[in-house]
């Protein structure tokens, strides 16, 4: 008999597809559009490949850590210690906030259309009322927020469904299908465009970490989350692919600019009848809803496991494991996410997450070799080891040096900051001071 209190796999996969797909397709598919063109589609499917690398490491360390908490925060305090687990867990948690704010305001610019209401602060009204009521859902308790998920998830999947058969209905009719619409001018066919965009597609995927924080909720144990988080991202790839060959349909790819509604311009674009553009933007709604309530749930367990491996003061180790909910973390989580809804348009906000991220990723990959070369093994093996593990790395390498000035420049303070901070807090606690002689 199955634990009814345990997460089934079709659940824990929609966790993952809800924090997945939301940013990511209405959000920012329009933003990567913008910035390589139709090669957006090469960016959605290296980052995709890439991802579902990641997801296979993931699914290995989660096989040897099941009761981890902490996504990759946990896996690299494992395998390197509490100096490199404190910095890149504070980074990973600062990235999952942070990515709060950015799915949150795509819900507040689709709303603001839906109502009318799009111009001024609105949507960032909009967002914040959103993370208010998600973060209470979160206090709720995990149990219900994940089966609220996998509800919301369906529902966006079918509407997505529906975006992409009309938009070859529509382009076809409307005369605006056309191979010219696919051009890609001299200025973004080039690999630095790529990669460009690459950067934003990365922070769509990103979501798929919600799952390997639920490892030791998941009805089957780890092989069974591995198996979700995988699924996720596959299934995400397959429904960002064609969502994005949809709207370069409908509109050329030079039209698309930086912005959070893509889908709702398409439509506009072609005079989509209403009753298909409430679809859709209900559709978009429900997507930026499930991907916030994973980011709060997400970032909220992450704080959490710091604090629980004591690199954090008591306060954030508050958890009611009746609920199974973090509720200092989730309280805090939503406030950075509030905070950062006021730092920048979309692609910054999303950049800016991305550092973290990417630095996880990167740390948990070589945390997948020191596992390896110690013969520390789980139920779960990533497939053609060492060469994806490999090919991770590199990929990882190329993205964060191809992010934006800012990003890279905000990511690098807070690093140093947090590398300070954490020497401060070791001397401060020894009674004389130790000097190392790193050389004889």
Do not use: C, W
Not at 209 to 221: A, E, P
Not at 421 to 437: M, P
Request: proline residues 3%; positive net charge.
């Amino acid at each position: 008999m199955k634990d009814q209190k345990l997460i089934s796999v079709p659940v824990a996969t929609a966790v993952g597809l809800g924090a997945i797909i939301g940013a990511g397709i209405f959000v920012l598919s329009g933003t990567t559009i913008a910035l390589a063109g139709a090669n957006a589609l090469i960016a959605f499917a290296l980052v995709g490949v890439l991802a579902i690398i990641i997801a296979m490491e993931f699914g290995e360390l989660g096989s040897i850590m099941p009761h981890a908490k902490g996504a990759s925060f946990s896996f690299i305090f494992e395998a390197f210690g509490s100096e490199m687990g404190f910095i890149t867990g504070i980074l990973l948690y600062f990235s999952f906030s942070t990515a709060i704010a950015a799915i949150a305001l795509g819900f507040g610019s689709y709303l603001g259309i839906l109502t009318g209401l799009h111009s001024g602060y609105y949507p960032i009204i909009f967002a914040i009322i959103l993370i208010f009521v998600l973060s209470i859902l979160n206090i709720i308790g995990i149990k219900k927020a994940a089966s609220a998920d996998f509800y919301l998830v369906m529902i966006k999947l079918g509407i997505l469904t529906i975006f992409v058969i009309s938009a070859v209905v529509l382009a076809y009719s409307t005369k605006t299908l056309n191979v010219s619409n696919f051009t890609v001018p001299p200025s973004k066919d080039n690999v630095y465009a790529i990669f460009s965009a690459s950067i934003a597609v990365f922070f769509a995927y990103s979501g798929f970490q919600s799952i390997s924080t639920l490892t030791s909720d998941v009805n089957g144990g780890a092989n069974k989350a591995a198996k979700a988080i995988v699924l996720s991202v596959v299934i995400s790839m397959i429904f960002y692919i064609l969502v994005v060959v949809a709207l370069i349909l409908m509109v050329p790819a030079s039209k698309y600019t930086v912005s959070a509604d893509p889908l709702a311009f398409a439509l506009s674009y072609v005079h989509a009848p209403y009753y298909l553009y409430f679809i859709v933007t209900i559709g978009a709604l429900i997507a930026t809803t499930s991907a916030t309530l994973a980011m709060i749930m997400t970032s909220s367990r992450v704080l959490y496991q710091i604090g629980e491996n004591k690199l954090l003061p008591k306060f954030f180790r508050k958890f009611n494991s009746k609920k199974d909910v973090s509720v200092n973390g989730v309280i805090i989580s939503s406030v950075i996410g509030i905070v950062m809804l006021f730092s920048g348009n979309v692609y910054i906000i999303a950049a800016i997450s991305n550092f973290g991220l990417l630095l996880s990723y990167l740390v948990s990959s070589f945390a997948v070799i020191h596992f390896r070369r110690i013969k520390k093994s789980g139920t779960f093996k990533t497939p053609l080891y060492p060469y994806t593990v490999i090919v991770a790395i590199i990929l990882l390498v190329l993205f964060i040096y191809g992010m934006p000035k800012e990003a890279l420049d905000i990511g690098v303070i807070i690093i140093l900051i947090l590398f300070m901070l954490y020497y401060f807090f070791i001397e401060f606690k020894r009674d004389r001071v130790i000097r190392e002689e790193l050389f004889k």
